[in-house]
């Protein structure tokens, strides 16, 4: 068993793609669907929520469904996407650690890339 050097904490829940959507259009120039273009990958393990977590960052409209600690990553800005195996999120907040060296994203899947 491998472990990070600095805590031994392990980010092996898998990889996620983070990473935009674009559009993709026929000759005729008419919408044929979407496509997502991956910007980068991470390792992740996936997190339990706090109540902290709630109280702190969302109200009660807001849906949120994974939460997943990463390495720090500087280009990850809530406009982009996340993949995760064959599912799409939204990034609903991003918290970064004391240390500076993870990041918690806070994910609301979506139902496809063309919503």
């Not at 559009?23 to 902290?52: A, I, W």
């Not at 409209?61 to 599912?87: F, G, P, Q, W």
Request: no cysteine.
């Amino acid at each position: 068993m491998k472990f990070n050097k600095n805590n031994g904490e392990e980010l092996n829940s898998g990889l996620l793609y983070f990473g935009s959507k674009k559009t993709k259009r026929d000759d005729k120039r008419q919408v044929t669907g979407n496509e997502f273009l991956p910007l980068g990958r991470l390792k992740y393990k996936v997190k339990s929520f706090k109540y902290e977590d709630f109280t702190s960052y969302f109200g009660i409209e807001t849906r949120v469904d994974i939460k997943v600690k990463t390495y720090r990553a500087k280009n990850i800005e809530k406009s982009l996407l996340i993949k995760i195996d064959n599912d799409y999120f939204d990034i609903i907040h991003i918290d970064h650690d004391m240390s500076g060296m993870y990041m918690y994203l806070y994910l609301q899947k979506r139902s496809g890339l063309d919503d």
